[in-house]
């Protein structure tokens, strides 16, 4: 199985910055697209930026300019660097990727979530 931890979530002020890490770690083949997403009270989870292996990126209008997402696959591991927060980034922020783990009889593809991160940006 594979196993997905964020860190680097926390209280801070409107205009600040965080920077969110999420390590990958179990049985992987390969990892294929890492993605962050967000989900606000009473709100649903929203995409809020994705890379590829290739490092290919895709950003929420809501974020873009402001959001840096990267990875670092010797580490098996996405970050996402948030700057100029704003009071509506609060919410929980989860780490999803795209894996190609390892099984008895070969690879199989495998759609991973880690447990989440609370990031609350006050005004």
């Known amino acids: 199985q594979v196993q997905l931890v964020e860190s680097g979530g926390g209280l801070v002020q409107a205009g600040r910055s965080l920077r969110l890490s999420c390590a990958a770690s179990?049985?992987?083949?390969?990892?294929?697209?890492m993605g962050w997403y967000r989900q606000a009270p009473g709100k649903q989870r929203e995409l809020v930026a994705t890379i590829t292996n290739g490092g290919s990126t895709n950003y929420a209008d809501s974020v873009k300019g402001r959001f840096t997402i990267s990875r670092d696959n010797a580490k098996n591991t996405a970050y996402l660097q948030m700057n100029s927060l704003k009071p509506e980034d609060t919410a929980v922020y989860y780490c999803?990727?795209?894996?190609?783990?390892?099984?008895?009889?070969?690879?199989?593809?495998?759609?991973?979530w880690g447990q989440g991160t609370q990031v609350t940006v006050s005004s």
């Open positions: 999803s990727a795209d894996v190609s783990v390892i099984g008895t009889w070969g690879t199989y593809a495998y759609n991973g």
């Open positions: 179990g049985n992987i083949f390969k990892l294929n697209a």
